[in-house]
């Protein structure tokens, strides 16, 4: 198995409680820059929808 070079990318945002799609939007956009620059793994934080854990 020949090794090759892999673009990743890793997305960290802060959700914004109460405003999913706003979040998701977020989130979308810098996919889509993530696409644009060559990643192949996009690496996104656990609760980047905002819905968290409950304590």
């Known amino acids: 198995m020949t090794a090759r070079p892999m673009t990743v990318s890793a997305i960290q945002i802060t959700s914004d ?24 793994l996009v690496v996104l934080p656990e609760v980047w929808t905002g819905l968290g854990f409950s304590t």
């Open 17 to 40: 409680d109460g405003a999913k799609a706003a979040t998701v939007e977020k989130m979308l956009d810098f996919l889509d820059v993530a696409g644009r620059r060559g990643s192949e």
